[in-house]
């Protein structure tokens, strides 16, 4: 009943609500079996049609509000920012001010950005909202920095670096890798240039098991 209230609270076209006897065993596939039908009847999912693809709790559930965010996103609905978060964002521009100007002096900047718009256009859903809970970037950080090869930009999400653009600093040709869930993605899915720099890696430090990609002239 609490979640019908919070569903009515947000959804005022609900306007009723079912119970069906279903063993706990067999919850997650009745769902399954419900979510199937009711999109083969042409009814419209809300919220569920996110989780649904995992058939269980999102990742995103921890960080981004399911009943106030994520289904506004599945309805296509514009985010709005409160003022106190441009405030943020504001601050933000200016403690990294210093390391963006750097950055757009490196010759590769141009391409660098056009990589990283792409990326969160593809992979980060409403990048706005969800930046600085659900993924960071980094300008010019001083990870792994040598006197061969410095970072010229890393998208963190969670604990993971998902995306990095190293330059090779005699050269100063940039190349990137990607961190991706194993499994997700195959050698095979891959166009031909980078498939030779697809492997894996069983030891990441606070991920696992990932799948790793690099895309461009790595060093050996």
């Given at each position: 009943?609490?979640?019908?209230?919070?569903?009515?609270?947000?959804?005022?076209?609900?306007?009723?609500?079912?119970?069906?006897a279903v063993p706990v065993a067999r919850l997650d596939e009745?769902?399954?079996?419900?979510?199937?039908?009711?999109?083969?009847?042409?009814?419209?999912?809300?919220?569920?049609?996110?989780?649904?693809?995992?058939?269980?709790?999102?990742?995103?559930?921890?960080?981004?509000?399911?009943?106030?965010?994520?289904?506004?996103?599945?309805?296509?609905?514009?985010?709005?920012?409160?003022?106190?978060?441009?405030?943020?964002?504001?601050?933000?521009?200016?403690?990294t001010a210093t390391k963006y100007r750097k950055l757009k002096?490196?010759?590769?900047?141009?391409?660098?950005?056009?990589?990283?718009?792409?990326?969160?256009?593809?992979?980060?859903?409403?990048?706005?909202t969800t930046d600085g809970r659900f993924w960071t970037v980094?300008?010019?950080?001083?990870?792994?920095?040598?006197?061969?090869?410095?970072?010229?930009?890393?998208?963190?999400?969670?604990?993971?670096?998902?995306?990095?653009?190293?330059?090779?600093?005699?050269?100063?040709?940039?190349?990137?890798?990607?961190?991706?869930?194993?499994?997700?993605?195959?050698?095979?899915?891959?166009?031909?240039?980078?498939?030779?720099?697809?492997?894996?890696?069983?030891?990441?430090?606070?991920?696992?098991?990932?799948?790793?990609?690099?895309?461009?002239?790595?060093?050996?």
């Amino acid at each position: 009943m609490r979640r019908f209230a919070d569903h009515s609270r947000h959804h005022p076209d609900i306007v009723a609500i079912q119970f069906h006897a279903v063993p706990v065993a067999r919850l997650d596939e009745a769902e399954r079996q419900m979510i199937q039908n009711q999109r083969e009847a042409g009814h419209h999912l809300r919220n569920i049609d996110v989780v649904s693809r995992t058939w269980g709790d999102s990742v995103l559930d921890a960080v981004i509000d399911q009943e106030e965010v994520q289904a506004s996103w599945v309805n296509g609905e514009p985010q709005t920012h409160p003022d106190d978060l441009r405030m943020l964002m504001a601050k933000r521009r200016r403690s990294t001010a210093t390391k963006y100007r750097k950055l757009k002096e490196v010759p590769s900047c141009e391409d660098v950005f056009a990589d990283v718009c792409i990326y969160l256009d593809r992979v980060i859903p409403w990048p706005p909202t969800t930046d600085g809970r659900f993924w960071t970037v980094s300008a010019m950080p001083a990870t792994n920095r040598t006197r061969d090869e410095q970072r010229l930009v890393t998208i963190n999400c969670g604990k993971v670096e998902a995306f990095v653009v190293i330059e090779d600093r005699s050269t100063h040709e940039a190349w990137r890798f990607l961190n991706l869930e194993h499994g997700i993605l195959k050698k095979h899915d891959l166009p031909p240039d980078p498939r030779e720099c697809f492997s894996s890696t069983d030891g990441y430090r606070s991920a696992g098991r990932l799948a790793v990609a690099v895309i461009g002239t790595a060093p050996p």
